[in-house]
């Protein structure tokens, strides 16, 4: 499964959503609507710190091939609808969860270390959900036990009592279903 982390800028919550995907061994990208000139030097060292090396990342523009090419787009927060191009928003609806993340912009080495813990649980939990990297077109539902379990090509999620997985995964769901 292909993931995909937006937020503004590209320079904190997206950069560290993407890094700690791809240690968990995910398929993962990042992009902002407004890309920064740099990744946020604090987000650089608070990464460092959990033994991951972003130094050399750069903020990426987001595209329509990214989010074509993405199983999962999950934004952090930052109010796509207000600076994505309406077609883009649209594109994006149905494989779309949006993570109520604080910016880590301007803030205190402590508030930025508490974003990326939240970030990272997050990360583990999606990571957790999926099963393993590679898992293709397949949708998180959940099981009977309120674990989140992996059911393979089907085209619509079950009915789903209670807190649903994508809430269990401190997200909440825009779109109809999980791609």
């Known amino acids: 499964m292909k993931l ?4 503004v800028e590209n320079a904190g919550r997206s950069q560290m959503a993407e890094a700690f995907a791809k ?3 995910l398929d993962a990208s990042s992009g902002g609507t407004l890309p920064a000139q740099a990744v946020n030097p604090l987000v650089v060292q608070i990464m460092q710190e959990r033994g991951i090396d972003i130094s050399k990342s750069a903020p990426k523009p987001l595209t329509r091939e990214m989010i074509d090419q993405a199983d999962l787009v999950v934004t952090m927060g930052c109010s796509v609808e ?16 949006d993570w109520k993340l604080a910016d880590p912009k301007q803030k205190p080495i402590e508030e930025v270390r508490k974003i990326r813990n939240e970030i990272e649980r997050r990360v583990s939990e999606l990571a957790r959900a999926l099963g393993s990297p590679g898992i293709g077109s397949e949708d998180t539902r959940q099981s009977r036990t309120g ?11 079950e009915p789903r009592s209670g807190k649903n997985s994508s809430h269990r995964m401190g997200v909440e769901h825009i779109g109809d279903t999980l791609p």
Not at 4 to 7: G, K, N, Q, R, Y
Not at 85 to 90: A, E, K, L, W, Y
């Open 82 to 97: 207000e600076v994505c191009p309406r077609p883009i928003v649209t594109q994006m609806r149905k494989k779309l969860l």
């Open 4 to 7: 995909l982390f937006v937020c």
């Open 147 to 157: 674990k989140s379990r992996i059911h393979k090509n089907t085209s619509r999620p």
């Open 23 to 25: 240690k968990l061994g």
